[in-house]
T-cell receptor
Framework: NAGVTQTPKFRVLKTGQSMTLLCAQDMNHEYMYWYRQDPGMGLRLIHYSVGEGTTAKGEVPDGYNVSRLKKQNFLLGLESAAPSQTSVYFC???????????????FGEGSRLTVL | AQTVTQSQPEMSVQEAETVTLSCTYDTSESDYYLFWYKQPPSRQMILVIRQEAYKQQNATENRFSVNFQKAAKSFSLKISDSQLGDAAMYFCAYRFPTGANSKLTFGKGITLSVRP
C-alpha cells in the first residue's frame, strides 16, 4: 500500500533556484495539504486543496505555489528559493466524513529541503 | 481562527510509569476532531488517538487514553506503562470536519523522553 508518496525525499538548492515537490496519493482522497515543519514551530500549513482544480492558502503561503490538476497529485513549487525555506515538508491527504472518512490525515514521509 | 496550545516543550518519564501530555485549543465550533500524533526520529507522522467532539466518552487505544474536556477546551493524552519506544515528539491537533475549513491545525509539539 503506497498511501501518500512524496518526491524527492531530500534536495539541496542554491538561493534563487526553483523546484517542485510532488505529492501523490492512491486513496482517492479529496483533501490534500502541504505543511512545513521547523524546530519549535510544529507543523504549519502552507497551502491546501479540497478537490481537483482547487487550491487555497494556509498559514504560511508566501514564496510557494501549488497546483492540483489531478485528484491524486498535489504539487508544491518554489519559484525562487530562499534560505528561510529550508525546512522539512510534509504532504497529507484525507477524505470527507460523508465518504467514510474518520477525520485523520495520512502523511507522507517528509521531504528535507536545504537552501544554501 | 482555531489555535492549539501545547505549553510544555519537553517532558520526561520513567519507563513503566504514567505520563500526561497537556493540550488546549480554541474554537467556536461544536463539531470537530482532535488528534494526538507521534513523530519518532524517523519523522514519520503516526496517529496515536482520535476524538470526535460530539462523543462524550474519552477515546482509548491500548496504553493511550485521553481526557477530553469540551467545555474547558482541553485534550490531554495519558500514556500508561511507558515504554522506551514511546520516546518521540507528540503533537496535538484540531480539525474541522468538512468543507473549505477542513484543515489540521497543530500545536508546537512536546518532546517526550523515556528513562530506562
Amino acid at each position: 500500500n503506497a498511501g501518500v508518496t512524496q518526491t524527492p525525499k531530500f534536495r539541496v538548492l542554491k538561493t534563487g533556484q526553483s523546484m517542485t515537490l510532488l505529492c501523490a496519493q492512491d486513496m482517492n482522497h479529496e483533501y490534500m495539504y502541504w505543511y512545513r515543519q521547523d524546530p519549535g514551530m510544529g507543523l504549519r500549513l502552507i497551502h491546501y486543496s479540497v478537490g481537483e482544480g482547487t487550491t487555497a492558502k494556509g498559514e504560511v503561503p508566501d514564496g510557494y505555489n501549488v497546483s492540483r490538476l489531478k485528484k491524486q497529485n498535489f504539487l508544491l513549487g518554489l519559484e525562487s528559493a530562499a534560505p528561510s525555506q529550508t525546512s522539512v515538508y510534509f504532504c497529507a491527504s484525507t477524505t470527507a466524513r460523508g465518504r467514510g472518512g474518520t477525520g485523520e490525515l495520512f502523511f507522507g514521509e517528509g521531504s528535507r529541503l536545504t537552501v544554501l | 481562527a482555531q489555535t492549539v496550545t501545547q505549553s510544555q516543550p519537553e517532558m520526561s518519564v520513567q519507563e513503566a510509569e504514567t505520563v500526561t501530555l497537556s493540550c488546549t485549543y480554541d474554537t467556536s465550533e461544536s463539531d470537530y476532531y482532535l488528534f494526538w500524533y507521534k513523530q519518532p526520529p524517523s519523522r514519520q507522522m503516526i496517529l496515536v488517538i482520535r476524538q470526535e467532539a460530539y462523543k462524550q466518552q474519552n477515546a482509548t487505544e491500548n496504553r493511550f487514553s485521553v481526557n477530553f474536556q469540551k467545555a474547558a477546551k482541553s485534550f490531554s493524552l495519558k500514556i500508561s506503562d511507558s515504554q522506551l519506544g514511546d520516546a518521540a515528539m507528540y503533537f496535538c491537533a484540531y480539525r474541522f470536519p468538512t468543507g473549505a475549513n477542513s484543515k489540521l491545525t497543530f500545536g508546537k509539539g512536546i518532546t517526550l523522553s523515556v528513562r530506562p
